[in-house]
C-alpha cells in the first residue's frame, strides 16, 4: 500500500454495548469476533504485567488484496489496560490478528465463482454485479437487455431464493459464505464485567502530504538550530560531551516535530494505516518488533494508533475510567504484523486463525 490512510472520528455508539460485526472499523466498545475464539486464546485477553482483563482499544477490518494475496477476511484488534499501574508498561498492550487462512480465501473464491456460475442462466449482467459491487460499468453495458421480461426474471429470482433457501437448510452454515450473503458473526455474549470504554466509529480518509510541507518542516527546525551555531558566543564554549547530547537532542527534536506536523495537518486522526509502509515516529527510538512467532518471518508495520483518540475518549469518560485513561500518556502504539501473513499450524477446522502481533509503544 502506497499511501496513508488515516482513521477520522464518526459518529458515536448508542451504548458501549452496541453490537455491530467484524468488518466495522471503530474505537472501544467490545470486539465483534468473526467467529466463536477459542478457549486457549483467553490469556491472549489478559494483561502481561497484573494479569487483568485487557479492554479493546481499536477494531480494525484490515483486508489486503495484493498481485499473490487476497484475503478479505481479515481484522486487527488492539487492547489495553485499564489498571492504574499499568498505563504507561509496554507489556499491557497488545495487537491480535484474526484471518482466514490464505488456503480457506481460495476454497471460498472457488465456491463464489460455483455460486455465480449457478445463477448466470438468471441475469449475466447480476452475475457481472456480483463481481464488483462497487461498479457500476457493467450496468451501463447492458442498456441492451431493455426488452427483457420482468414476469420471467421475478419467477426464476424466486425459484432462485427457494433453492438456495433449501441448500442453507441441508447444509446448516457447513458451507462456505458466499460475498453476497449477509455477515456471519461469531454469536455475542456480553459478560459487562470485562472493562469497556466509550465507542465511536471511524471512517477513511487519506492523508494528503506534500514534499512542501516536508520541506517547510525541516526548515522551521534547522532555522534556530543553525542560529545558535552561528552565534560566536557559544561557538567557542562547544565540548565534546555537549555536541554529543546536543546532536542527540538535535534529532529528538527533528523526529518529535516531524510527528507534530503530521498530526496537527489532521487533528482528529485517531490512527493511521499504510499496510507495509513507514510509522510516524514520535521519538527516535523505533523499537524492536521481533519476528512472527508463527512462522519466523519479519514483521512490518501495519498502523498506529495516535494522540487524538485519546482526546475523544477522556472527553466522554468519567470518574474511575476517566482516572484510569489519564494512565494512558503514550504518543503512539505502533502495530507491526507477520509481513507473510501466515497461517502456519493456528487454524481452526474453517480455516480461521488468531495471532499475537507486536506493538510497539513510544511515550513523550
Not at 490464505?102 to 455460486?115: I, P, R, T, Y
Not at 470518574?319 to 497461517?343: E, F, P, R
Request: glycine share 6%.
Amino acid at each position: 500500500m502506497g499511501g496513508v490512510f488515516l482513521g477520522m472520528p464518526g459518529p458515536w455508539a448508542g451504548h458501549i454495548y452496541e453490537a455491530a460485526d467484524h468488518y466495522t472499523t471503530k474505537i472501544g466498545g467490545i470486539p465483534d469476533w468473526p467467529i466463536p475464539l477459542p478457549s486457549t486464546s483467553v490469556d491472549l485477553f489478559k494483561c502481561s504485567a497484573c494479569k487483568s482483563d485487557l479492554c479493546l482499544l481499536a477494531q480494525v477490518y484490515a483486508p489486503i488484496s495484493k498481485k499473490n494475496v487476497n484475503i478479505e477476511e481479515r481484522v486487527i484488534y488492539v487492547f489495553g489496560c485499564l489498571m492504574p499501574e499499568c498505563g504507561s508498561t509496554t507489556v499491557s498492550w497488545r495487537a491480535i490478528r484474526i484471518q482466514k487462512s490464505l488456503n480457506s480465501e481460495g476454497l471460498k473464491s472457488q465456491s463464489d465463482k460455483a455460486v455465480s456460475s449457478a445463477a448466470s442462466s438468471i441475469s449475466d449482467s447480476k452475475k457481472e454485479w456480483k463481481k464488483d459491487i462497487w461498479s457500476f460499468d457493467s450496468l451501463e453495458e447492458d442498456d441492451d437487455d431493455d426488452d427483457i421480461d420482468l414476469a420471467d426474471l421475478g419467477r426464476a429470482l424466486s425459484e432462485a431464493a427457494s433453492m438456495a433457501s433449501h441448500s442453507k437448510k441441508q447444509n446448516h452454515g457447513r458451507q462456505l459464505t458466499a460475498k453476497t450473503s449477509p455477515p456471519v458473526c461469531a454469536a455475542r455474549v456480553v459478560d459487562k464485567k470485562l472493562p469497556v470504554i466509550p465507542c465511536f466509529y471511524i471512517y477513511a480518509e487519506e492523508e494528503k502530504f506534500s514534499k512542501k510541507d516536508a520541506s517547510v518542516c525541516s526548515k522551521s527546525i534547522l532555522s534556530p538550530i543553525e542560529d545558535h551555531e552561528n552565534d560566536p558566543d557559544t561557538r567557542e564554549e562547544t565540548w565534546e560531551v555537549e555536541d554529543y547530547e546536543y546532536d542527540r537532542a538535535l534529532n529528538a527534536d527533528r523526529v518529535y516535530l516531524k510527528f507534530k506536523k503530521r498530526v496537527d495537518a489532521y487533528p482528529e486522526q485517531c490512527f493511521r494505516y499504510s499496510y507495509g509502509g513507514k510509522p510516524l515516529l514520535a521519538s527516535g527510538d523505533a523499537g524492536d518488533p521481533g519476528t512472527c512467532r508463527l512462522c519466523g518471518a519479519a514483521r512490518h508495520y501495519e498502523m498506529q494508533l495516535m494522540p487524538p483518540l485519546l482526546y475523544f475518549l477522556q472527553e466522554a469518560v468519567g470518574g474511575k475510567v476517566k482516572h484510569a485513561l489519564d494512565n494512558w500518556n503514550w504518543m503512539t502504539l505502533i502495530v507491526y504484523t507477520c509481513s507473510q501473513n501466515c497461517s502456519k499450524d493456528n487454524s481452526s477446522e474453517d480455516g480461521w486463525i488468531v495471532a499475537e502481533e507486536a506493538v510497539v509503544v513510544q511515550y513523550e
